[in-house]
């Protein structure tokens, strides 16, 4: 199956710059896009920021050009490049992978961003 393991959150200021990366191992080739959730203690989880296959990108609203998504195939990562951070990015984020177009959706156990004020 497809394993997901994220890395690269912690504690920074606000304004600060942080990458997270998603290392992706397992039946890939599986994947048809890979996403950046978030959730907030006591909010839902949202997406932050989604990439496919072929290299097309989404992104909320509240991160549009701030965060930056991309992937390197030939590590198997994806990442996201998030810069001039807010305390209202606070959340534990989540590498997420679609697989056979909905059939079946792969988390990873989170990381945890904290900007602090």
């Known amino acids: 199956q497809v394993q997901l393991v994220e890395s690269g959150g912690g504690l920074v200021q606000a304004g600060g710059s942080l990458r997270l990366s998603c290392a992706v191992s397992g039946s890939i080739f599986s994947i048809n896009a890979m996403g950046w959730y978030r959730q907030a203690p006591g909010k839902q989880r949202e997406l932050v920021a989604s990439i496919t296959t072929y290299g097309s990108t989404n992104y909320a609203d509240s991160v549009k050009g701030r965060f930056t998504i991309s992937r390197d195939n030939a590590k198997n990562t994806v990442y996201l490049q998030m810069n001039s951070l807010k305390p209202e990015d606070t959340a534990l984020y989540y590498c997420?992978?679609?697989?056979?177009?909905?059939?079946?959706?792969?988390w990873g156990q989170g990381t945890q961003v904290t900007v602090s004020s």
């Open positions: 997420n992978a679609d697989k056979n177009y909905g059939l079946e959706y792969v």
